[in-house]
C-alpha cells in the first residue's frame, strides 16, 4: 500500500448490441457487481463504469500502484464476468477482445487496452479521461502535441511559468517494441517526424520537465499486432492531469474541436473524422461510425474518483460535430480508395491479403519500358513484410 493514488482505466469489447453499436447495460451492470465487491473488499478505493461505444470501460482508484495483479485480477473478472452476460444476451462478438483464456497477474498483452498512473494527489487533482472508439491509440498523437507543445493550442505554456519549461513525449514503436523520449519545446520537430505516423509511432507518456511528473497517459495496445491478426480496432483511452502546473481543462480539450482524421471506422480499414460526443452519443451508427470520442472530467481527492463531468456535452462542440458530418460525407463518397480506405500496411492485418492472393496467379509479365526502382524506408512502412 502506498500513499500515492493510482488512476486504472482499463477497457475491453466484450460484446455489444446491435453489430458494434454500443455496450449494453446489462454487461455495464455485471462488471459493476464485480467492482463493488473489490471496492467493499478494500483492493479499490473507488470505481466508475461506462461504455464508449462498444467498448466497455472501467475506471477505477486504489492505492496499489500500476500493473498491480489484484487490480488487472478485478477487470478481468469484471470483462469475464460481462462477457458471460453478453453470451447469454447473444450479443455481437460476445468476449471479442479477450484473446487469452489464462489469466497471469497482468491484464496487458491479453486483449485489454490499459492506461494507469500513479500519483501524489495535489490537494485539488482534476484529470480527463478520454476514451474513443472505431479508432487506435495513434490517434491521441495529435491532441497531445497540441495539449504539450503547442502554445497555439496552450496558452499557458507561454504564459505559466510551471509550463514554461516544456514537456517530454515517449514516443513508442509499437512494431519494434521501442521507446524514445524526446523533449519539447527544443525536439518539436523530431518528435513530429515521428508521431506523425500514428499507427506505428504512439506518445504513451508525457512529462512535465524538469520535475518528471507524470502528465498524461495513453493505451497502447493494438490487438492485430498482439493477435496477428485483426480482431477488432484498438479504441484507444488516455488520463490527462489539469490545472496548477498542467495546462488547463480547456487547453486539454481545445484540440478535439477539429475532428483530425484516423485509422478505424468500418471494419478498422478506414481513415474518418474523430468526432467529440457526450455520452449519450457515445454509440456507433453511419458505417459503424464515424470514430468519436467522449471526455470525463473527475476530481481525485483522498483515493476517491468525484464525478464525472461529460465534458463533451456542450454546444460549444456542436460547430466541430457539425465539420465532422461534412468530412464523414466527403470522406465515404470515395467508397473503397484510399486515402478513405487505410493504406496497404494497415490492411495487410484485415482480410483483404486474402483477396489479393487469389488474384496473384492471374498476373502475367507485362512490358512497361521501364524497370521500375521501388524504395522501402523499414522506418515508415513497420517493416513486416
Ligand atoms: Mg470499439
Known amino acids: 500500500m502506498s500513499t500515492k493514488t493510482t488512476i486504472s482505466v482499463i477497457k475491453a469489447d466484450i460484446g455489444s448490441i446491435a453489430g458494434h453499436h454500443r455496450v449494453h447495460p446489462d454487461t455495464i451492470l455485471a462488471a459493476s457487481r464485480v467492482l463493488a465487491e473489490a471496492k467493499r473488499n478494500g483492493i479499490i478505493k473507488s470505481f466508475y463504469v461506462t461504455n464508449a461505444g462498444d467498448d466497455l470501460q472501467l475506471i477505477m482508484t486504489h492505492h496499489r500502484g500500476v500493473d498491480d495483479s ?57 484529470i480527463v479521461v478520454f476514451m474513443a472508439d472505431k479508432t487506435e491509440p495513434g490517434a491521441f498523437n495529435l491532441p497531445l502535441f497540441r495539449i504539450f507543445a503547442d502554445p497555439f493550442n496552450t496558452a499557458g505554456l507561454v504564459i505559466d511559468p510551471r509550463l514554461h519549461n516544456g514537456f517530454s513525449f515517449e514516443i513508442l514503436d509499437v512494431y519494434e517494441g521501442k521507446a524514445v523520449e524526446l523533449n519539447a519545446p527544443d525536439e518539436m520537430y523530431d518528435i513530429l517526424a515521428l508521431i506523425g505516423t500514428p499507427g506505428r509511432y504512439v506518445i504513451r507518456r508525457v512529462y512535465r520537465r524538469p ?8 493505451s497502447i495496445e493494438r490487438l492485430s499486432l498482439i493477435a496477428g491478426r485483426y480482431v477488432g480496432k484498438d479504441d484507444p483511452v488516455m488520463i490527462v492531469r489539469a490545472q496548477s502546473g498542467f495546462p488547463a481543462v480547456g487547453e486539454i480539450l481545445e484540440p478535439f474541436s477539429f475532428p483530425h482524421l484516423v485509422a478505424g471506422w468500418m471494419r478498422g480499414s478506414h481513415h474518418g473524422p474523430l468526432m467529440p460526443v457526450g455520452l449519450r452519443d457515445s454509440k456507433v451508427s453511419r458505417f459503424d461510425g464515424p470514430p468519436r470520442v467522449i471526455a470525463l472530467g473527475f476530481q481525485v481527492k483522498n483515493g476517491e474518483l468525484i464525478g464525472p463531468a461529460d465534458l463533451f456535452d456542450d454546444p460549444a462542440f456542436d460547430e466541430t460535430r457539425r465539420v465532422a458530418q461534412m468530412i464523414a460525407d466527403y470522406l465515404r463518397r470515395h467508397g473503397p480508395f484510399m486515402p478513405h480506405r487505410l493504406g496497404p500496411e494497415e490492411m495487410e492485418y484485415t482480410t483483404l491479403p486474402d483477396v489479393m492472393k487469389r488474384l496473384a496467379q492471374r498476373f502475367v509479365q507485362a512490358e512497361m519500358g521501364y524497370k521500375p526502382i521501388v524504395r522501402r524506408s523499414e522506418e515508415l512502412s513497420g517493416g513486416h513484410d
Open 211 to 218: 520535475d518528471r511528473e507524470i502528465a498524461a497517459v495513453v
Open 70 to 126: 489484484e487490480v488487472h485480477g478485478v477487470a478481468w473478472n469484471a470483462f469475464k464476468e460481462a462477457t458471460r452476460v453478453a453470451k447469454e444476451l447473444g450479443l455481437y462478438a460476445a468476449g471479442q477482445d479477450l484473446l487469452s483464456d489464462a489469466f497471469s497477474g497482468n491484464v496487458r498483452g491479453m486483449g485489454p487496452g490499459v492506461a494507469e498512473m500513479e500519483i501524489v494527489e495535489r490537494p485539488s487533482e482534476p
